[in-house]
T-cell receptor, first 111, second 115 residues
Framework: DSGVTQTPKHLITATGQRVTLRCSPRSGDLSVYWYQQSLDQGLQFLIHYYNGEERAKGNILERFSAQQFPDLHSELNLSSLELGDSALYFC??????????FGPGTRLTVL | GDSVTQMEGPVTLSEEAFLTINCTYTATGYPSLFWYVQYPGEGLQLLLKATKADDKGSNKGFEATYRKETTSFHLEKGSVQVSDSAVYFCALRRGDYNQGGKLIFGQGTELSVKP
């Protein structure tokens, strides 16, 4: 158990819908990273938050957004969903610049 | 831009065989290098890491040496077990703070060990 929790574990929805994925980092970790794992793109960095502020963006679509709240949990919002958004979404946390601890992931299926 | 290339899988070995999974990288500066392992249905776990040239990371019988001259970080294990069956990811992290510490992953190599 990494100490990072993600909910829900599985999410099935339809095209055009909007979903929210939640991540709770390890106690004391200020940084949260979001990654997407798909068959065609592999594991890709989406976005990084540090203590409530966005620090870096990767290959994140404009339909996707994220935020980190004062209690340090983070949410990834995916809207206008397309079939190609089906993937595993991981978050990872770290205390600063050290090892990233990954959550178990949320499997999103868009039908 | 920065990238990581791993040997393609799946790799199928018999128990107690020697394992090598090749990994090469392209990056400016002096990145840190990592191997992560993903067991079926689980998230990624850090297997080992190396933060500078000639460093050797090791854990659970796995080893990898940071070779700057060949920009490589090959994963090795002398004798694999069935329980090592998983997907292995090589990754790098740039050292400069402005990159935010994001990990850049290779495509993953699936390892299957048969009894």
């Amino acid at each position: 158990d990494s100490g990072v929790t993600q909910t829900p574990k599985h999410l099935i929805t339809a095209t055009g819908q909007r979903v929210t994925l939640r991540c709770s980092p390890r106690s004391g970790d200020l940084s949260v990273y979001w990654y997407q794992q798909s068959l065609d793109q592999g594991l890709q960095f989406l976005i990084h938050y540090y203590n409530g502020e966005e620090r870096a963006k990767g290959n994140i679509l404009e339909r996707f957004s994220a935020q980190q709240f004062p209690d340090l949990h983070s949410e990834l919002n995916l809207s206008s969903l397309e079939l190609g958004d089906s993937a595993l979404y991981f978050c990872a946390s770290t205390d600063n610049f050290n090892e990233q601890f990954f959550g178990p992931g949320t499997r999103l299926t868009v039908l | 831009g920065d990238s990581v290339t791993q040997m393609e899988g799946p790799v199928t070995l018999s128990e107690e065989a020697f394992l090598t999974i090749n990994c090469t990288y392209t990056a400016t500066g002096y990145p840190s290098l990592f191997w992560y392992v993903q067991y079926p249905g689980e998230g990624l776990q850090l297997l080992l890491k190396a933060t500078k040239a000639d460093d050797k990371g090791s854990n659970k019988g796995f080893e990898a040496t940071y070779r700057k001259e060949t920009t490589s970080f090959h994963l090795e294990k002398g004798s694999v077990q069935v329980s090592d069956s998983a997907v292995y990811f090589c990754a790098l992290r740039r050292g400069d703070y402005n990159q935010g510490g994001k990990l850049i992953f290779g495509q993953g190599t699936e390892l299957s060990v048969k009894p």
